[in-house]
């Protein structure tokens, strides 16, 4: 599709309101406290969606009427929230339902507003099922970052207003928000005494009103629900060779007119210092698709990327990580054994050893209660070694049944799994292949707890796919066979899925002759 790639930014530049690697929103907002709070438990509660941190000092937060000021260098690390709010503590149900929570702001107590507040009757925001009060976000130079309101043709008509200098923090501001170009999202409801209005998930375009109201935390935790927008990342190309740099394609499924979201923006950020992290000394990039559904970049040099997508809205927001691979082959990580080494009464050792550990993003290891679902123990990031490395972890010994595997991940994002031992140190359902190397038939025995079916996955020395297919499993021992004799002489790595019984991914390597 369609590519357009429009300025490359440091830290230190700005193409927009917002700054560059951070996108802040208006993520809810009550307008209408209940009966049993205070017109002062009215909050606007602003989100960084990152992925960088913003200095949001200096911005104004606004109704029309009256403006807040936030203090100078004030900063919102990506994922965090920001609440704004007519009093100090908001007990359980009057900011969020499942505590009580502490405003980072009080504008009846900051010195930070362009007049004194109303604490009482409609408080800030014009409360009631018929009000059609905006809330905007402006930065210092009074460029808008968010607006939001009920219906644009019901807007209430704004005034003249000169910002609080914050003490001389900040530059005092003139402006009215009728005389500015701003372009609203409209929520369409009306308000309800009680609800906020909320995004439907946290950076969406969609807004509901919210009775599970969640100030300082995750939209819609309880009542649920789903974008009207998703993406589906896809590695075209996940290396960087000469003449053919790294390229993705990012699908955006969407249930109504295209025309609506496009064209979509996107900030993609390279780790060009080399540290192995996505922060402000990095190398920024914005750019526009205009074409639906795909967004296609490629030109990707080496290194890891941080990519967040945004519709023309400025919302239904997304972030996601990958890397683009030095050119070459990359092999898969090779995993020589998995044991356990060591037990005593309360603790035990496991140990493994792992080759073509060059190949290696990290391992996990991981246990589970049931066989099934598996947690984190310990994970161990690769660390610039090459060849063999042996690895030896102590847990808690318990005594009532548990298990533990190893996830291993490639520099190339793929997953492996190694056997699941059980709390005797045991292999459970594990299964081995044979011969290795192998000719024209692969074997493998493995052992079932039901009937089922298995997918599995083949993929040669370079991580690509080269067969795919099921097998059907019996309860109790089953040999399977895997014919060979298309494909070329190498190294090869088989992947079995999971089952509907609960049956873990596990991976074979081995060599075709």
């Known amino acids: 599709m369609f590519l357009s790639l429009c300025v490359a930014l440091t830290m230190g530049q700005s193409a927009s309101a917002q700054a560059p690697g951070g996108k802040v929103v208006i993520n809810e907002f009550m307008p209408w406290p209940s009966n049993a709070c205070a017109a002062t438990s009215e909050f606007v509660?602003?989100?960084?969606?990152?992925?960088?941190?913003?200095?949001?000092?200096?911005?104004?937060?606004?109704?029309?009427?009256?403006?807040?000021?936030?203090?100078?260098?004030?900063?919102?690390?990506?994922?965090?929230?920001?609440?704004?709010?007519?009093?100090?503590?908001?007990?359980?149900?009057?900011?969020?339902?499942?505590?009580?929570?502490?405003?980072?702001?009080?504008w009846n107590t900051c010195g930070c507003t362009s007049g004194s507040i109303p604490t009482t009757g409609d408080g800030w925001l014009t409360d009631g099922g018929?009000?059609?009060?905006?809330?905007?976000?402006?930065d210092a130079s009074l460029n808008v970052v968010d607006a939001v309101v009920r219906d644009i043709t019901l807007k209430e008509t704004s005034s003249t207003i000169t910002t609080s200098s914050v003490s001389g923090g900040c530059g005092a501001k003139v402006f009215d928000l009728d005389a500015m170009t701003i372009n609203y999202e409209m929520i369409g409801s009306s308000a309800g005494r009680a609800n906020s209005f909320a995004r439907r998930l946290d950076g969406d375009c969609d807004w509901v009103k919210q009775p599970s109201i969640s100030a300082h935390a995750t939209n819609n935790t309880h009542s649920?629900?789903?974008?009207e927008v998703t993406y589906e990342l896809n590695i075209v190309e996940a290396m960087d060779c000469t003449g053919?740099?790294?390229s993705i394609d990012i699908f955006v499924k969407f249930t109504r007119d295209y025309a609506e979201i496009f064209p979509m923006k996107y900030?993609?950020?390279?780790?060009?210092?080399?540290?192995?992290?996505?922060?402000?000394?990095?190398?920024?990039?914005?750019?526009?698709?205009?074409?639906?559904?795909?967004i296609s970049i490629d030109g990707l040099v080496q290194g890891m990327y941080s990519i967040t997508l945004e519709s023309s809205k400025g919302c239904f927001l997304a972030t996601f990580q990958f890397s683009i691979l030095n050119c070459g082959p990359v092999l898969p990580v090779r995993l020589v054994y998995f044991k356990r080494?060591?037990?005593?009464?309360?603790?035990?050792?496991?140990?493994?050893?792992?080759?073509?550990?060059?190949?290696?993003?990290?391992?996990?290891?991981?246990?589970?209660?049931?066989?099934?679902?598996?947690s984190p123990e310990r994970t161990y990031k690769a660390d610039g070694s090459t060849g063999t490395k042996v690895y030896r972890q102590s847990v808690p010994y318990q005594s009532a049944p548990s298990y533990y595997r190893l996830r291993l991940v490639g520099i190339d994002g793929k997953v492996t799994f190694s056997q699941v031992l059980n709390s005797d140190g045991l292999p459970v359902g594990s299964g081995i292949v044979w011969p290795n190397p192998a000719a024209s038939v692969l074997h493998i025995d493995l052992d079932s707890r039901a009937s089922e079916t298995r997918t599995y996955q083949l993929t040669n020395g370079q991580g690509v796919p080269v067969r795919n297919g099921?097998?059907?499993?019996?309860?109790?021992a089953n040999r399977l066979t895997l014919p060979l004799g298309s494909l070329p002489a190498g190294v090869y790595q088989l992947q079995l899925g999971t089952t509907s019984t609960g049956a873990q991914p596990i991976s074979f390597r081995f060599v075709k002759q």
Do not use: M
């Not at 589970?368 to 598996?374: V, Y």
């Open 130 to 138: 018929s009000a059609s009060e905006q809330v905007v976000l402006l």
């Open 470 to 476: 099921q097998f059907i499993l019996q309860p109790g």
């Open 244 to 246: 053919a740099h790294g």
């Open 267 to 294: 900030t993609i950020i390279r780790d060009s210092n080399g540290n192995n992290a996505i922060d402000a000394n990095d190398e920024i990039t914005i750019g526009y698709d205009s074409v639906p559904p795909n």
């Open 341 to 374: 080494a060591e037990k005593t009464a309360t603790t035990q050792a496991f140990e493994w050893k792992l080759a073509d550990v060059e190949y290696l993003s990290s391992v996990v290891l991981e246990s589970s209660a049931d066989g099934r679902t598996f």
């Open 45 to 106: 509660e602003l989100l960084n969606f990152g992925p960088l941190a913003v200095n949001i000092g200096c911005y104004i937060l606004t109704d029309g009427d009256y403006s807040i000021t936030i203090p100078p260098n004030t900063i919102l690390q990506p994922g965090q929230y920001y609440l704004i709010s007519g009093q100090t503590l908001l007990p359980i149900n009057c900011g969020n339902i499942d505590s009580a929570v502490h405003a980072d702001l009080n």
């Open 224 to 227: 649920g629900g789903a974008s």
